[in-house]
Structures are given as C-alpha cells and as structure tokens.
C-alpha cells in the first residue's frame, strides 16, 4: 500500500482559519504519496496561499453552499488512486492515511471510514456507525484496534463519516461521485447507500483517527445550535425519493419532524435557543422539504480521467518529539515546540498540572499537538476519574497512548 497515491480533498467556505489550520494538520501527515487538492471561496484560497500553501497543493475556487459539487469538482482534479476526504475544520492525526488506505490492499474493499474525536481531542465523536433502509444510523461494534472489512446486509449500508473516509477513485466515478441534490446534510448517506448496492465492502479503520471541531456555518452556530433547518428538510426528501419506498415516506417524514423538534427543544431547555425560534425553524424545515421534492436527482457526471497531474506533497520525514512541561516552564517549552514543527518534526507538548483534571488535545494554529491536564486525572473518558501515577511514568503512559497515530516519539 505504500505505492498507492492517494488525493486528500479539503471543501471549505467562509473559514478561512480553520482551512488554513487544517492544512497545517495535512501537511505533517507520515505518508510517501499524496495530494492535497482544496476546493473553496476566495477568502480560503486567499488564506491557503498566505500561508504557504499556493504552490504545493492544487487550489481550486468554488463558492456556492453545496458540499457535493464542491466535492465532485475535487474529485475531478484528483489524480491518486484513492480520494479521501476531510472537512476544513478538522485536522488528521499524522499517521491518518496510512491507516485509513491499508485496506484498500483488499480488491473488494471500495471504501474505507476511520474514527472522530471532538473538540476536546478525547471524547469520540463518531466511531463505527451502519445505516438502515432509511437513513438511520446505528452503533456497529467492533474492534478498536484493528480494521475490520464489513458487507451490508440487503437495504443497510456501512456509514463513512465525512470529515474522515476514503474512496477508491474508480469506484466514485462508477458511482457520479456525490448527488448535488444534497446541498448540505445526507451527501455521505446517499453516497453509502449507493455504494452497498454495488455489493463491495468497506472497512472502518479505527486507529485512522481525525480530530473534529464543529466550526460555526450558516446552518449551525459553534455549540450546534441550528440556525437553519431548510437544508435539512431539502435533503430528506430528496434522500426519500431515492431510497424510501413511496408507501412508507409519509410516516418517515413525520418521524424526521418529530426528532427535529426534540432536538430544538433540548436546545431551548438548556437555554441555547430562544422559544420564539421553533416555530421559524421548524417551518423552515417544512418549507426545505417541499424544495427537496422538485429538485433534480443524480445529474453529476465525472471524467475518468483527472483533470490535473498528481501533484505530490513533499512533508518531512523527521521524527515525533515528545516533551513533558511543567506550568512553571511551559512558556519556554512552547517556543521549543514551535521550533521544532519549523523543522519538520511533529511535536506533541504534554503539561501536566499536579491535579486531576481532565485531559485535552488540541492542534495549535502553529502545528503543536498540545496536551494539557492533570497528572492524576484521566485521557480516556473509560479511564478511573483518578489514578496516582509519577510524573514520569505517566509521560511514558501517555506517549504510548498516541503511538499508533502519531508514530514513536523521541523526548526532547
């Protein structure tokens, strides 16, 4: 697999900071062949060429809200044999495609998801996920450690999430790649649901691990809060004509509706949402829906060829440094961290308080992978809320947490 080339496809509109963040992340991936291919507004493309990024990755400007032909137009550009994808607001771990592609050695495999941590860096957002006949998603378990190839049953799908999933390029071709009926919401679903009736199989990949920020967009604020349902609604009833049979869409958009409204209620209970804002949302949601029943189905078509040579991304091949601060130094050792990103290494910085708080991780804007919390407390949500350890000891434990996703790491 260390031969396959793969094209890393960023969408991004209106978040030029996070795009530019995210590329940071990209550009320290541990991986001999990929591309890295932006499709966004002129305000990313301005901000991914500030920041050095104008000559090393294909830059493509789109700025019209729909997720799918943006998509689709990266994927016309993307020369690798495998196109994965990653939203703007998110940042892979280093050794993300190398376990993401690895089941792609397998012919029947077409597909291939890896797993979602949150804003916190520990919590997972998503992990191993199957569809229903009607585009609900399920816990599937499975093994965290290792990849496992999976098959649909007739009429369920295995869910991609896509902020982190793979696809061989042929196979999205074979497909028309994504629907730009789905402007926003359900673009991956139809795409899953399209895929599993081709009979091939898809591999989630546990240890391909993407952190996830839920940046603020027109439809939701930063605390998800929505803003705006009418892409939602839009969304489902195109997902209905394609996949639900007739007989049964009438009941299922009920259900929708009534789960939208559950969820602004929880909103307006913990003081999110003003009560004023259901009854807009909700007949926003109605008025998406009826917009979704006339809108055109399936009209991509993609070349074959790509429209653009592979442009390989040259990232460093120097080592993971690992530094254990205190607060009373962690001023200096930020800058040493900084230094060393500026030479190629990826550098996680741990600062541990002599406490027992919670851990977080976070990507810096300057490319550090920052863990902060105490020395007692907990880095997995499954661990002991305290656990006495030594300083030293608790380093070690914590470098060897990352390993399979930030590679072996040096002490500096």
């Known amino acids: 697999m260390s031969e396959t080339t793969v094209s890393v496809v960023v969408v991004s509109r209106n978040r030029p900071s996070a795009l530019r963040r995210c590329l940071v992340g990209l550009s320290q991936l541990r991986y001999p062949a990929f591309e890295i291919v932006v499709v966004a507004d002129p305000a990313g493309i301005a901000a991914a060429r500030d920041g050095g990024f104008g000559e090393t990755v294909k830059l493509l400007e789109y700025d019209v809200p729909n997720i ?3 998509r689709n137009m990266g ?7 495998i196109v994965a994808f990653i939203d703007d607001d998110a940042v892979p771990e280093p050794l993300w495609l190398h376990h993401l592609t690895a089941p792609a050695s397998r012919d029947e495999v077409a597909a291939m998801g890896g797993y979602v941590r949150g804003r916190n860096g520990i919590s997972f957002q998503w992990k191993a996920r199957g569809l229903d006949r009607h585009g609900s998603t399920y816990p599937l378990s499975l093994d965290d450690a290792h990849a496992t190839v999976l098959t649909p049953a007739h009429g369920h799908a295995v869910k991609t999430e896509g902020t982190n999933m793979a696809f061989r390029r ?5 497909l028309d790649g994504f629907d730009p009926a789905f402007h926003y919401y359900l673009d991956e679903t139809d795409l899953n649901m399209r895929l599993a009736r081709t009979g091939q199989a898809t591999a989630i990949v546990p240890r391909a691990e993407v952190h996830h920020g839920f940046e603020e967009n027109r439809v939701r604020s930063a605390d998800r809060v929505p803003r705006d349902l009418f892409d939602i609604g839009a969304s489902w009833a195109v997902f209905a004509r394609k996949h639900i049979h007739e007989a049964d869409r009438a009941t299922h958009w009920k259900a929708v509706q009534g789960a939208e409204r559950r969820r602004l209620l929880r909103h307006m209970v913990s003081g999110a949402l003003e009560p004023r804002s259901l009854r807009r949302l909700m007949a926003r949601l109605e008025e998406g829906h009826s917009e979704g029943l006339a809108r055109a189905i399936g009209t991509a078509r993609l070349p074959r060829r790509a429209a653009s040579p592979f442009l390989r991304f040259v990232s460093s091949t120097k ?3 690992w530094i254990t601060t205190r607060p ?3 001023k200096r050792d930020e800058t040493r961290a900084r230094k060393l990103v500026g030479q190629g290494h990826v550098v996680t910085l741990l600062s541990l308080s002599p406490s027992a708080f919670y851990h977080r991780v976070a990507f810096t804007e300057e490319g ?3 863990q902060t919390g105490g020395l007692f407390g907990r880095s997995e949500r499954d661990q002991p809320l305290v656990s006495f350890h030594r300083r ?3 380093s070690r434990t914590e470098r060897e947490r990352v390993t ?4 072996d790491a040096i002490d500096r």
């Open 368 to 370: 550090v992978w920052r």
């Open 392 to 394: 030293k000891v608790r």
């Open 404 to 407: 399979f996703t930030r590679g």
């Open 319 to 321: 080592p993971h440094v």
């Open 328 to 330: 009373a130094r962690r």
């Open 75 to 81: 994927i016309t550009h993307a020369a690798g044999d």
């Open 68 to 70: 799918s032909a943006a």
């Open 170 to 174: 042929d196979a999205l071709i074979a």
